[in-house]
């Protein structure tokens, strides 16, 4: 099997078994984005306690990649504090822009989209759910 191919089965993956795909009530950060060049839907909810993502969940609609990445999102954020969550979407844009090989070893299953970048029409769709987040953590802070 080749890296692209290993790549691609770990998107369908968390394409067809989501994790974390479910509503999450009283949710600290609750956010909706969309990406209309695509059609893609995320709402990314987290749950805080004591400045740690106690809980993460997504739902939304769309291609494979926009919800493969949100249900790693929600996978990779729980136990994090909102530094280290801001940290790990610095590096995954970082990725996904092609500029910056730094900080992949923390990066997971996110090193699958690393495809993507060839394809720059659907790097949104990768990003949406990351963007999302760090929009709820900036307003979060804002708000506190
Ligand atoms: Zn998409």
Same mark, same amino acid.
């Given at each position: 099997?080749?890296?692209?191919? +290993?790549?691609?089965? %770990? %998107?369908?993956?968390?394409?067809?078994?989501? =994790?974390?795909?479910?509503?999450?009530? !009283?949710?600290?950060?609750? @956010?909706?984005?969309?990406?209309?060049?695509?059609?893609? #839907? %995320?709402?990314?909810?987290?749950?805080?306690?004591?400045?740690?993502?106690?809980? !993460?969940?997504? #739902?939304?609609?769309?291609?494979? %990649?926009? $919800?493969?990445? !949100?249900?790693? +999102?929600?996978?990779?954020?729980?136990?994090?504090? @909102?530094?280290?969550? #801001?940290?790990? &979407?610095? !590096?995954?844009?970082?990725?996904?822009?092609?500029?910056?090989?730094? *900080?992949?070893?923390?990066?997971?299953? +996110?090193?699958?989209?690393?495809?993507? &970048?060839?394809?720059?029409? =659907?790097?949104?769709?990768? &990003? +949406?759910?990351?963007?999302?987040? $760090? #929009?709820?953590?900036?307003?979060?802070? *804002? *708000?506190?």
């Amino acid at each position: 099997m080749s890296l692209d191919e +290993l790549y691609r089965e %770990i %998107i369908l993956d968390h394409y067809k078994n989501p =994790r974390n795909k479910r509503p999450l009530p !009283a949710a600290d950060i609750d @956010l909706e984005r969309n990406n209309p060049l695509c059609g893609d #839907e %995320i709402t990314v909810r987290v749950r805080l306690a004591n400045g740690v993502v106690a809980d !993460a969940a997504f #739902e939304g609609q769309g291609c494979s %990649i926009s $919800q493969a990445s !949100a249900s790693m +999102l929600t996978e990779m954020a729980k136990g994090k504090s @909102l530094d280290e969550v #801001e940290a790990l &979407v610095l !590096a995954f844009r970082g990725m996904m822009s092609g500029k910056s090989e730094a *900080g992949e070893e923390h990066l997971g299953d +996110l090193v699958a989209f690393k495809g993507v &970048v060839k394809y720059p029409v =659907r790097i949104k769709c990768a &990003v +949406l759910a990351w963007d999302t987040l $760090q #929009e709820g953590v900036t307003k979060h802070r *804002g *708000g506190a």
